[in-house]
């Protein structure tokens, strides 16, 4: 054991503890049938947590780690705590990008064997600690390469080294039993379009992904392949901007059948939607797959990666993924890393306990609003009137012959009151 949180034991379920504690999150809570943990599937962000040294656009580094560094070493310690950590915290799961676990080596190669062997590290653990792989994914932002995108990228040769990140990290997500592999297209856009061909560049992008799709059931992966929306960052346009813009992607690709979404909350944000909008549609158009659970600062204007402490907005969003029946592969990755004041090794704790009771009390005031339905009971009775035959028939008649069951000689319909005020009232007897 290294020590560095302190010796801190792991953490337990106890409402009146006077330390760091589940408050409200008991894993074993049973929960519409089922225990709260498997409803939940918590986990741990890999590169918040580890791999973040505390920088701003104003400010360098300002967490003091023991194996922040470019060595093999550094990585290996690096391991050591993140699973220390998943014990403490109980975690079902955790999440990882291949920058996060290793160092950048001299040449692919080099980076190539120093992520395996971490990766081989990963599975060493995996065998004595409860912790799983929820999602990996590729880091394809931050090296200076990927300046001008990934599949985007108007150079054949980062497109080649690309799909060879990707490749290499699905082999890996695949070896570990992830249970989804996440394509985060961090600078998949443009800053103008004076030197873009928005025509090729998407071409591009759907070629690529459908080589993934192509390369999963080549290997046998069984996960979902998750695209997460992002919008306006860091680039002034990206492609995948929200969840419809995704599944326009999807379905000129022919990948709406194969390619789901993994939805952010500060990203939903900045779309101009709210979480639980992207997340309903989601559903709606069968795409759902999994979220990053983290909130904005909504004085900033921009994603600043909290960690969620705004109960009524959780359980609108674990509502509408009730609604859809729930996590199947995916879960909830806490997208959001310390605030850079926050030095302590304990802080780190605390701000998932804190996330975990959070998330843990908005989904069950989301469950007990689904199973009383009152809501849903609501909203039957705004749309009764498409339950009769001659209403459900319209849907299928021309607009000649609907355009003739109007009684031009008579006042005309009337409009009902929406309720948006006693829904909402609704809503605030759970949370």
């Given at each position: 054991m290294s020590h560095f949180f302190s010796d801190l034991a792991p953490l337990t379920f106890d409402p009146n503890a006077d330390g760091i504690a589940f408050r409200h999150y008991n894993p074993d809570e049973i929960v519409l049938g089922k225990r709260m943990e498997d409803h939940l599937r918590f986990a741990v962000a890999y590169w918040h947590s580890f791999a973040w040294p505390g920088?701003?656009?104003?400010?360098?580094?300002?967490?003091e780690r023991p194996w922040f560094g470019e060595t093999m070493k550094d990585a290996r310690l690096k391991a050591d705590i993140a699973f220390?950590?998943?014990?403490?915290?109980?975690?079902?799961?955790?999440?990882?990008?291949d920058a996060d676990i290793r160092p950048e080596?001299?040449?692919?190669?080099?980076?190539?064997?120093?992520?395996?062997?971490?990766?081989?590290?990963?599975?060493?653990?995996?065998?004595?600690?409860?912790?799983?792989?929820?999602?990996g994914t590729a880091n394809l932002f931050s090296n200076r390469r990927f300046m001008s995108g990934?599949?985007?990228?108007?150079?054949?040769?980062?497109?080649?080294?690309?799909a060879a990140t990707v490749k290499l990290?699905?082999?890996?997500?695949?070896?570990?039993g992830g249970e989804n592999y996440v394509l985060w297209g961090g600078r998949e856009g443009y800053e103008t379009l004076l030197n873009t061909d928005l025509a090729q560049e998407t071409e591009h992008m759907g070629r690529f992904l459908n080589k993934v799709?192509?390369?999963?059931?080549?290997?046998?992966?069984?996960?979902?392949?998750?695209?997460?929306?992002?919008?306006?960052?860091?680039?002034?346009?990206?492609?995948?901007?929200?969840?419809a813009t995704v599944y326009g992607f999807l379905k000129r690709y022919g990948l709406e059948n194969e390619v789901q979404v993994n939805i952010e909350q500060g990203h939903a944000i900045l779309a101009g939607h709210s979480f639980e909008h992207e997340i309903a549609l989601a559903n709606t158009l069968g795409i759902f797959g999994s979220i990053d659970m983290n909130r904005n600062d909504y004085q900033s204007g921009w994603d600043t990666?909290?960690?969620?402490?705004?109960?009524?907005?959780?359980?609108?969003?674990?509502?509408?993924?009730?609604?859809?029946?729930?996590?199947?592969?995916?879960?909830?990755?806490?997208?959001?890393?310390?605030?850079?004041q926050s030095l302590d090794p304990n802080d780190l704790i605390a701000a998932h306990a804190g996330a975990m009771d959070v998330c843990a009390r908005g989904f069950k005031a989301a469950a007990a609003m689904l199973e009383d339905g009152l809501l849903e009971a609501e909203r039957g009775k705004r749309y009764a009137g498409w339950k009769t035959p001659e209403a459900a028939k319209m849907l299928s008649m021309d607009l000649e012959s609907v355009a003739k069951l109007v009684d031009v000689d008579g006042p005309g319909p009337q409009p009902r009151s929406g309720r948006q005020e006693i829904l909402e009232n609704i809503v605030n007897r759970y949370v």
């Open positions: 920088g701003d656009p104003f400010g360098g580094q300002t967490f220390e950590m998943f014990d403490i915290l109980n975690a079902p799961f955790f999440c990882f990008h080596g001299a040449s692919f190669a080099e980076s190539e064997r120093n992520f395996r062997e971490i990766t081989d590290i990963f599975a060493s653990k995996m065998e004595n600690h409860k912790t799983r792989l929820l999602w990934a599949a985007s990228n108007p150079d054949p040769e980062i497109f080649a080294w690309s990290c699905m082999d890996a997500t695949h070896a570990l799709v192509e390369y999963k059931h080549k290997i046998g992966f069984k996960g979902a392949i998750l695209i997460e929306p992002k919008p306006q960052e860091p680039t002034k346009h990206q492609y995948d901007y929200d969840v990666d909290q960690f969620p402490n705004n109960v009524p907005e959780v359980a609108l969003a674990y509502y509408e993924i009730l609604k859809g029946g729930g996590f199947t592969k995916g879960g909830t990755n806490f997208d959001a890393k310390l605030r850079r």
